[in-house]
């Protein structure tokens, strides 16, 4: 008996990847093993479901690796500590977790020894390097497989070639896809194609149950959440689904993305994410008390960065550690409470409580007295301050160029 090759497919449950065991096995005549990894956005009764199709579609085998852990603890921890938000606006939620997905995948494709991996993204998205880029760096021995993005193909011949091979199944397409993570869902429809237009109200996942206020406090621990209103949570993990339930009743976190792909073409992506936007609003108040001007400076540089390199599937660049190093460094002082006010699709930011508060100083207050220097220290540092300027300005004035 002739031994069939294995393949290990990413396998969603949606349709794509539905067609993919089908096709891989039927066609291909690959013995197909299936895995989802979870970075936190499937309940368990979620996960039973998909490893329930993944058995009527003839896989040989089907895992559910999560990885949660490590994506709070490699990706999630230094984007609150960088306060990464893509543009100014989005908390990379799909880009961060594509990366640990594909490591995972790959690893267990190695563990079980496997001719392929394959996984179903189309050709038109950043998904496609992420996956692709991972697995060749982590196993260039092994293949990989694409067709949907190898084959043209429209939803109506996939429904029909599962149904052709005795699989039947509701595909329903729904009007808005929804991608939903641990740090951020986002939300895609015919809105998200189109530069003038905004998601409704009815496309967002959780619907405003909240009208009056709320105080939320977060309490940060050498810049990780470790209390939420005066609960201490040593699951950093349950921290985070905790403010996200809560601004989520508010409606916070809600925007849209306008962003550059890897392939270098725009997109625009709808997005909720109450937790993340909440917490990286609190953690950067409290840095601007804790740390100093060219801690901050230098940290959004980082930060800036980190988050490029992540969104490009670079996670695995040797840099990035160096820059987790010098942003883990930095927190060592980012310890205290925040205060927020939040009220329907909106929040302010109250105020802080930190012993490293550095506006509480013996030096002086901002705008009032102060206390270690005197009127004349401060009238011969001015001078002292000006003298770059003054000389360039002396000279434009001698040479007929004065600005």
Do not use: C
Not at 85 to 103: C, K
Not at 287 to 310: A, C, N, S, V
Request: charged share 25%; hydrophobic share 35%; aromatic share 10%.
């Amino acid at each position: 008996m002739e031994n069939k090759k294995k393949v290990l497919l990413a396998f969603s449950g949606g349709l794509d990847t539905s067609f993919a065991v089908k096709y891989l096995s039927e066609d291909l005549g690959y013995e197909v093993h299936t895995a989802i990894a979870n970075t936190g956005g499937f309940s368990d009764e979620e996960l039973e479901i998909i490893a329930d199709k993944a058995k009527r579609l003839g896989a040989a085998s089907h895992a559910t690796l999560d990885v949660t852990g490590d994506y709070y603890s490699k990706s999630i921890r230094y984007m609150i500590a960088g306060n990464v938000l893509r543009n100014g606006t989005y908390p990379i939620s799909v880009s961060s977790e594509r990366i640990f997905q594909a490591i995972a995948i790959i690893e267990y494709a190695k563990k079980i020894g496997v001719d392929a991996v394959a996984h179903g993204s189309t050709g038109a998205g950043n998904d496609q390097v992420r996956f692709d880029l991972t697995f060749q760096i982590l196993a260039p021995e092994i293949e990989i497989i694409t067709p949907t993005r190898d084959m043209t193909l429209t939803r109506e011949y996939e429904i029909d070639y599962l149904k052709n091979h005795g699989y039947e199944a509701d595909f329903k397409k729904m009007e808005y896809s929804i991608n939903k993570g641990l740090w951020g869902t986002s939300i895609g429809g015919k809105e998200t194609l189109k530069s003038e237009q905004t998601l409704p109200e009815n496309a967002y996942p959780s619907q405003i149950t909240r009208t009056d206020t709320e105080t939320l406090k977060l309490t940060f621990t050498e810049g990780e959440l470790t209390a939420v209103n005066g609960k201490e949570y040593t699951d950093r993990i349950a921290a985070i689904r905790a403010v996200e339930k809560a601004g989520a009743e508010f409606g916070i976190g809600r925007d849209m993305h306008i962003g550059d792909t890897i392939i270098g073409i725009k997109g625009r992506v709808g997005f909720e994410a109450a937790g993340p936007i909440l917490i990286i609003a609190a953690h950067k108040m409290l840095e601007k008390h804790t740390l100093t001007k060219w801690q901050q400076y230098w940290k959004d540089q980082i930060g800036t960065w980190y988050g490029m390199f992540l969104h490009e599937a670079q996670y695995l660049e040797p840099v990035m550690r160096d820059m987790e190093a010098m942003l883990e460094t930095s927190q060592r002082n980012v310890s205290g409470t925040v205060e927020i006010l939040l009220r329907p699709y909106s929040y302010t930011l109250v105020g802080v409580d930190t012993p490293f508060d550095l506006m509480k100083t013996d030096f002086g207050e901002y705008g009032e007295v102060n206390k270690a220097w005197s009127a004349d220290d401060v009238k011969g540092f001015t001078k002292i301050l000006g003298n770059q300027m003054k000389i360039y300005h002396n000279v434009q004035k001698r040479n007929g160029k004065a600005e």
